[in-house]
């Protein structure tokens, strides 16, 4: 059968995700410019719309089939090789579907600006593709990659697949330039057909959901929170006390509906900002992690230099949601919600999912 880039063969290896993008997520992009299809140079820390950047290995070409590696391993062996042009043809197919939404749509390889213009003729891509056959973004970033042999015209170094969700970073200077900032990571990417109605979806689900400042509106709906997570209003974290109720807070809303709160307050000194209180109504469609990247933002710019909040030892799922949200571990205070308990706290002494409540965890996210 003659080669064909469109389609997937069945049992293709699938890619596994071995840690090498976990420092991308919130961070702002370099002054690199990458020649598009179209000729213009495009300085990618100059993004002043949100945008999708996906990236590729290397796109195939209709009846030449890849060459042997440079240890005699079949292109399809690799994981997460084969499928660029699926890939890229989600893209294609979903474009009025992002434009719709105000998001922008760039494609991203190592390959020549002429392999890609071909490519994007052939195959009607309506967006431009980038160019980093110098590497200076692959370099500058530490993108994941592996060597290949391919075209003459193009390097041997190929970025692995993944895809980025990028927005221009909230300044504390509004006068100050505007630098674009990755918000999201998808990394690994498989299927590679389907990373375009995953990266669709999640825009969708993000797009539905708005942050505000708390108003006078949002009092009632604050302090029913945090009798529903809380037990009342006052909070305990690291021994401190904190009438929630009373801090400055974040709301999400959908179509105009409270459906989460994030609580916080700017440390004195305004070099840390504790996330108080995390909940909402609407669970697995990204309404924490938009209140969180909400929080970042407002303590970035206040200058703080890094957000923090705690959790208890049981709370497991948060546990698990904070890490995929790229938040570390930063410190564990051993047995703390006792005196917690010993000042008043109706903190119960097994947590819902059946373990000791004795700890709190601390998380942080450093803010560059």
């Given at each position: 059968?003659?080669?064909?880039?469109?389609?997937?063969?069945?049992?293709?290896?699938?890619?596994?995700?071995?840690?090498?993008?976990?420092?991308?997520?919130?961070?702002?992009?370099?002054?690199?410019?990458?020649?598009?299809?179209?000729?213009?140079?495009?300085?990618?820390?100059?993004?002043?719309?949100?945008?999708?950047?996906?990236?590729?290995?290397?796109?195939?070409?209709?009846?030449?089939?890849?060459?042997?590696?440079?240890?005699?391993?079949?292109?399809?062996?690799?994981?997460?090789?084969?499928?660029?042009?699926?890939?890229?043809?989600?893209?294609?197919?979903?474009?009025?579907?992002?434009?719709?939404?105000?998001?922008?749509?760039?494609?991203?390889?190592?390959?020549?600006?002429?392999?890609?213009?071909?490519?994007?003729?052939?195959?009607?891509?309506?967006?431009?593709?980038?160019?980093?056959?110098?590497?200076?973004?692959?370099?500058?970033?530490?993108?994941?990659?592996?060597?290949?042999?391919?075209?003459?015209?193009?390097?041997?170094?190929?970025?692995?697949?993944?895809?980025?969700?990028?927005?221009?970073?909230?300044?504390?200077?509004?006068?100050?330039?505007?630098?674009?900032?990755?918000?999201?990571?998808?990394?690994?990417?498989?299927?590679?057909?389907?990373?375009?109605?995953n990266v669709l979806a999640w825009l969708?689900?993000?797009?539905?959901?708005?942050?505000?400042?708390?108003?006078?509106?949002?009092?009632?709906?604050?302090?029913?929170?945090?009798?529903?997570?809380?037990?009342?209003?006052?909070?305990?974290?690291?021994?401190?006390?904190?009438?929630?109720?009373?801090l400055p807070a974040l709301v999400a809303?959908?179509?105009?509906?409270?459906?989460?709160?994030?609580?916080?307050?700017?440390?004195?000194?305004?070099?840390?900002?504790?996330?108080?209180?995390?909940?909402?109504?609407?669970?697995?469609?990204?309404?924490?992690?938009?209140?969180?990247?909400?929080?970042?933002?407002?303590?970035?710019?206040?200058?703080?230099?890094?957000?923090?909040?705690?959790?208890?030892?049981?709370?497991?799922?948060?546990?698990?949601?904070?890490?995929?949200?790229?938040?570390?571990?930063?410190?564990?205070?051993?047995?703390?919600?006792?005196?917690?308990?010993?000042?008043?706290?109706?903190?119960?002494?097994?947590?819902?999912?059946?373990l000791p409540v004795r700890d709190e965890?601390?998380?942080?996210?450093?803010?560059?």
């Amino acid at each position: 059968m003659p080669h064909d880039p469109t389609q997937l063969p069945a049992n293709l290896p699938v890619p596994k995700d071995d840690g090498a993008c976990l420092h991308l997520r919130r961070s702002l992009l370099p002054s690199i410019s990458l020649t598009a299809t179209s000729g213009e140079s495009i300085n990618l820390a100059s993004l002043t719309s949100p945008t999708v950047l996906f990236f590729y290995p290397r796109t195939g070409v209709p009846g030449r089939a890849p060459s042997l590696g440079f240890h005699g391993e079949e292109w399809d062996s690799i994981p997460g090789a084969r499928g660029c042009t699926p890939q890229s043809c989600g893209f294609r197919d979903l474009y009025s579907q992002f434009t719709a939404l105000g998001v922008r749509v760039l494609g991203v390889s190592t390959n020549a600006t002429s392999h890609q213009r071909e490519f994007k003729e052939r195959m009607h891509v309506p967006f431009e593709l980038l160019s980093d056959s110098r590497l200076e973004l692959t370099r500058a970033l530490r993108l994941p990659t592996f060597e290949f042999p391919t075209e003459p015209e193009n390097p041997t170094t190929l970025i692995a697949r993944m895809a980025w969700y990028v927005e221009p970073d909230t300044q504390a200077d509004s006068s100050a330039p505007t630098t674009a900032r990755i918000r999201k990571v998808w990394y690994p990417v498989f299927p590679p057909n389907e990373n375009a109605t995953n990266v669709l979806a999640w825009l969708k689900r993000r797009s539905e959901v708005h942050t505000v400042r708390r108003e006078a509106r949002h009092d009632a709906f604050v302090r029913d929170e945090l009798t529903k997570h809380w037990a009342g209003t006052q909070i305990w974290s690291r021994n401190v006390g904190y009438d929630a109720d009373r801090l400055p807070a974040l709301v999400a809303e959908r179509d105009g509906v409270p459906i989460g709160l994030c609580t916080y307050e700017i440390l004195p000194g305004r070099a840390q900002c504790e996330v108080v209180t995390l909940s909402t109504r609407d669970e697995g469609r990204g309404v924490g992690e938009r209140l969180l990247d909400a929080a970042a933002d407002i303590a970035r710019a206040a200058c703080c230099w890094r957000i923090f909040l705690t959790t208890t030892n049981d709370n497991i799922r948060a546990i698990g949601f904070y890490q995929r949200c790229g938040w570390t571990l930063a410190a564990i205070h051993k047995g703390i919600v006792e005196d917690a308990r010993r000042r008043g706290a109706p903190i119960p002494k097994i947590g819902p999912s059946g373990l000791p409540v004795r700890d709190e965890i601390e998380f942080e996210l450093s803010l560059p």
